[in-house]
């Protein structure tokens, strides 16, 4: 399966030349790297060409890199992920955009594939990406009255706000956090015999 991947993102360098910054073979899948200008005519031929037919966008995700790499991550700070299948070869394909600003910004693929509408509503209402162009642009999972995007590294645990029935004003109102923030100390992991598959030495003897 490699070598297929391998052979298909040479076709597709080839096809694209330097709209294609990287291309990646790893654990039988294959991702590229476009800058995001080039989404819509990279995704366009990937559709229409008979030597690729992605016909179908099966997912498309935000990725936030906020704390990636402990810190040390110095690009953009979210991704677009986009996962097709070309049902005719039997194919598939993961395209990374990144997108940076505020907000984070790139051209919506709705009017390439109709399935992408639910997907980009959703990675904008988690993540805050913007996709210019889509149709209807809402949030999709969280309420009306949301306030953040809760997918974001820097979005608190708690949330911002919290909502609860006004027995005087006879409706739900929304009012900030009451509860005490608290972190959960995390286990800590030692570097010795009992985390270890096996039996400890000494042990049962």
């Known amino acids: 399966m490699s070598d ?7 076709r597709l360098q080839e096809r694209f030349g330097d709209r294609i910054t990287d291309a990646v073979v ?16 990279v995704t366009e031929a990937l ?8 016909e179908e966008c099966i997912d498309v995700v935000g990725v936030d890199y906020l704390e990636y790499g402990n810190g040390a991550w ?14 005719r070869h039997n194919h598939r394909l993961r395209i990374k955009v990144f997108v940076d600003g ?15 509408n639910w997907y980009e509503r959703e990675a904008f209402d988690l993540f805050g ?24 590294k820097d979005f608190p ?9 006004d027995p005087e004003q006879k409706r739900v109102i929304y009012q900030p956090v009451s509860i005490e923030y608290r972190v959960n100390q995390p286990r800590v992991i030692r570097d010795d015999s009992r985390y270890a598959g096996g039996v400890a030495e000494g042990e049962g003897q």
Request: proline residues 6%.
């Open 129 to 152: 990406i913007v996709f210019e162009g889509h149709p209807d642009l809402r949030r999709i999972l969280t309420d009306y009255g949301f306030v953040g995007h809760p997918m974001r």
């Open 157 to 165: 645990q708690i949330g911002n706000v919290e909502m609860r029935y």
């Open 47 to 54: 559709r229409d060409d008979d030597e690729f037919a992605f």
């Open 26 to 41: 790893a654990h039988g899948e294959l991702t590229i790297l476009i800058e995001k200008d080039c989404i819509i005519p």
């Open 4 to 10: 297929y991947y391998n052979k298909l993102a040479q």
């Open 74 to 87: 110095e690009g953009p700070r979210y991704a677009v992920v986009y996962h097709l299948l070309s049902v």
């Open 102 to 116: 505020n907000p984070p910004i790139v051209d919506s693929v709705v009017g390439i594939w109709a399935a992408a």
